[in-house]
């Protein structure tokens, strides 16, 4: 049965679901609750016996480290294995002291951390009502030999903080899951040759990636303003504004605009930037603080192919100088220019470019250069 002041605990439960680093103060309570002086909580595959130590209390760091190491799977354990779960049951019950006693269980960690009598239970996270082969949580709370044994209604009122404990378990790792799939994202944009950044519907930055950064650093045509996007120009910067607003309503569910290209030109004369907006349904990428609602892609016209595209180039068996062809041709100069920029002759350089076709399957000039900036795109960054 619910104790005095278990609806607190409930509460403290889900707290640390939420932020784990609460399961210190939780295991706290918990066991000052029930008149322990030991307390962990764990979450593993005990078959495999391994674990996560989420909190501990009162014991010994090394000999946690111990526990974990060689006794995992002690007698008292292996015994609960048995058990329905999530019903707590007194370590008495399963298997006397007595006989503990004359483990290297007992000399190892029971004696020296004054584990003596202890409660436990298993939640499964999956559900079922048996110890499963996946993961399972594990509380536990101890006393020494002058507090005594744990009873029937310090089991019940452990039981009835299982359901809880199962939730929390789920939510959390649920919220885990989300974290690995907003970081495994977040680092696919980071890597990418094609600045990019994430920007609220106010213009302000969520995300820049490596190539963004760059970009952004030289304040040539865009920069960031007070935390948000702006332009060489009042202009262009409502502009620009206008067109990620509407962009952040489509991808919210407001079909406003769908995006747009936009030129952003350059102080230092230099060909303008090309920003093309796109909105981010379902602000899937962003925190609750601050959600992308547009992702903002860069080109800069005035900057070559690297040589990490020539590599890739040269994968396909492209020698050197049908690589340098290709480049060129991808920079929009033409075979003519092309031949005059390697001091050949134009029927060379024609020879290169179907040779070049022939190598990486495509057949014709655009679908080459297309290639060209696919690679470009898509080269992962150095870091």
């Not at 860069?298 to 492209?318: I, Q, T, W």
């Not at 290169?352 to 080269?379: D, I, N, P, S």
Request: glycine letters at 10%; proline letters at 6%; one cysteine or more.
């Amino acid at each position: 049965m619910p104790g005095d002041g278990d609806d607190s605990l409930i509460h403290a439960i889900y707290e640390a679901a939420l932020q784990p680093c609460l399961f210190h103060p939780l295991l706290d309570r918990l066991v000052r609750s029930f008149h322990a002086h030991t307390g962990l909580i764990v979450e593993g595959d005990l078959r495999a016996a391994t674990a996560q130590l989420l909190a501990g209390h009162g014991v010994d760091p090394e000999i946690h480290k111990r526990f974990f190491s060689e006794y995992l799977l002690n007698p008292w354990t292996l015994a609960m294995l048995g058990q329905r779960m999530p019903e707590a049951v007194a370590t008495d019950c399963l298997v006397p002291l007595q006989e503990i006693k004359r483990t290297a269980f007992y000399a190892d960690v029971v004696r020296p951390a004054q584990l003596h009598h202890g409660m436990g239970m298993f939640y499964p996270v999956d559900g079922s009502a048996r110890v499963p082969r996946g993961a399972v949580g594990h509380v536990a709370v101890q006393r020494g030999p002058r507090r005594g044994p744990f009873g029937r209604d310090d089991c019940d009122r452990l039981t009835s903080l299982a359901p809880h404990f199962l939730r929390a378990a789920q939510v959390r790792r649920r919220l885990d899951g989300l974290d690995a799939q907003r970081a495994a994202a977040m680092d696919a944009v980071e890597i990418l040759a094609t600045p990019v950044v994430l920007v609220d519907a106010k213009c302000r930055v969520a995300f820049a990636n490596a190539g963004a950064r760059a970009l952004l650093a030289r304040n040539d045509g865009l920069a960031v303003d007070h935390g948000a996007l702006s332009a060489a120009s009042p202009a262009k910067t409502t502009e620009l504004g206008k067109t990620i607003a509407d962009a952040a309503a489509t991808g919210a569910g407001t079909p406003i605009g769908a995006g747009g290209v936009l030129l952003l030109p350059r102080p230092s004369g230099a060909r303008p930037l090309v920003a093309t907006v796109a909105p981010l349904r379902g602000h899937a990428l962003g925190s609750a603080v601050q959600r992308p609602a547009a992702a903002v892609f860069l080109a800069d016209p005035e900057r070559g192919v690297s040589s990490g595209v020539a590599h890739a180039l040269r994968l396909y068996g492209l020698t050197e100088a049908e690589t340098r062809l290709a480049l060129l041709i991808a920079d929009g100069g033409g075979l003519s220019r092309a031949a005059e920029a390697l001091g050949v002759g134009r029927n060379t350089a024609h020879t290169h470019l179907q040779r070049a076709m022939e190598k990486t399957g495509t057949r014709r000039q655009a679908e080459l250069a297309r290639l060209v900036e696919l690679l470009a795109t898509h080269r992962p960054r150095p870091r």
